[in-house]
DNA sequence: CTAGATGCTGGAGCCGGCTCCAGGTCAACA
DNA sequence: TGTTGACCTGGAGCCGGCTCCAGCATCTAG
């Protein structure tokens, strides 16, 4: 069991930002000790350390939101499914799609940007180089 | 020639980001008509064009002002160069490394995820398809 | 038993990056 | 000549995502 500051210190999320995603319903609240004492578990914290990771990436709080809510459930469901259940996934299928080809878009063009300033630093370093052979 | 409307569509940007984006001098002023209209050239059009697609990697706009600034000269500077010439030259390469390597992190990141999010993907559409089969 | 660190809550404030608005100018067309 | 419609400016407002603060409780070490 970990207290919030060192989860804090194991996510790489701050002490306030935990506790903001708890308040606006993004993660979910930890136990607390009698005295109302935030106490983490080891689960919590990989879990947290994955939004972290996810954050990285760029998605917005309302994305990873939804990206979290599909983890519940279906791990063996019954067929035929229930309207709702096909409902349910289907939607989650939607998400995550969208999700990815944005993912995929960035990724592109991430790229691209990379091979431009690898250029523009080749550059840049080559003309240090000439300087230093002038010297 | 294009007007601020035109480039807008052509850039992707909307017509107050480019007047905001030049406000605080993150672009450089384009021509005006005697009237105050502005117009921008084609090469005006490519360079914003780029400055979008620097955007969706996620750069700030602090950070993309690094980016073009770096554009400037050098292009057959005198050997040996000046001190202030190398220096700029040092300062530029730092920058341009380190948003090289942020990039790349971010690239891992983000191959990461994507991976997660076909992995889930896949198990979803898994469920949909011998939810089907099972009809 | 007291000082210092850590935690709690609610709410205000801040920063980046736009976005919108009022009030006005200009150009062109019917 | 009057009415659109695109443009201008300065400034206010907004939203996401924290970050900070006051004022208080609790825990631990010395």
């Given at each position: 069991m970990y207290s919030i500051g060192q989860a804090a210190e194991l996510t790489g999320f701050s002490i306030d930002t935990l506790r903001y995603y708890e308040k606006i319903g993004l993660t979910k609240q930890p136990e607390r000790s009698p005295a109302g004492v935030r106490s983490y578990s080891e689960d919590d914290v990989k879990r947290l350390s994955s939004l972290h990771c996810l954050k990285r990436t760029g998605l917005s709080l309302e994305e990873m939101k939804a990206f979290l809510q599909e983890?519940?459930?279906?791990?063996n469901p019954a067929f035929p499914l229930s309207g709702e259940d096909r409902e349910a996934i289907e939607s989650r299928t939607r998400i995550l799609g969208e999700h990815l080809s944005r993912m995929e878009a960035q990724y592109r063009a991430l790229a691209d940007v990379m091979g431009q300033t690898r250029e523009k630093l080749d550059f840049y370093r080559d003309l240090l180089a000439k300087e230093a052979a002038a010297k």
């Open positions: 983890g519940r459930c279906f791990a």
